[in-house]
């Protein structure tokens, strides 16, 4: 692992820092960037172009200014502990507690982009995931390792849905161990405690792990 830093930022435009004259570069490349003042936010590499780099700040850029903070590049993607201590768990999106719990002792360390699937040399796909929705289960069958895209209009109880969704879907050999990963992204405070509540209090949350960003 090789990290470089520059202290070459030359823009800043939202939550995105403008960097000029980068080496060695990748993509989804992780950023520690450090103001003046010692604080340290971290970031990830979004665009390389020749010798510039498009880097998003996580904490976003308020207070950063170009000829006050140095970009250093940590040669390395993203990666989120993982365990099976995570079950009963909820993070945020970067993968840390977020439910007043202990930290997670990671049994191992994984890439969060993934591995590339060719899709030719998948298993297929033919799992049966009962959800208890008579028209999901009927009309539009989910199976393990598929994504289930439900769409709604601004009003209607999709948040109940999809919590029913993930608190009822089980495999149809049914004592089978099996578990739902919840990822909620973009939701209001209201939207989260009503997760969070809702599993808990069917007790989902067992066999659950919830990503809140």
Known sequence: MVTREYQTARQIIGPLVMVDGVEGITYGELTDIK???????RGRVLEVS???AVVQIFE???????EDMSVKFLGKPQEVGVSEDMLGR?????GRPIDK???????KWVNINGNPM?????DYPNEFIQTGISTIDLLN?????????IFSASGLPH?????????????RKGGEKFAVIFAAMGITFEESEFFQADFRRTGAIERAVLFIN
């Open 141 to 149: 069958t989910l199976v393990r390792g598929q994504k289930l895209p």
């Open 159 to 171: 948040s109940r849905l999809a919590a029913q969704v993930a608190r009822q879907a089980q495999t």
């Open 90 to 94: 909820v993070f945020d999106g970067s």
């Open 101 to 107: 719990g202990p930290e997670i002792i990671p049994e």
């Open 35 to 41: 103001l003046g003042s010692g604080e340290l936010r």
């Open 60 to 66: 976003g850029t308020s207070g950063l200014a170009p």
């Open 118 to 122: 060719n899709p030719y040399a998948r």
């Open 50 to 52: 020749g010798d510039k």
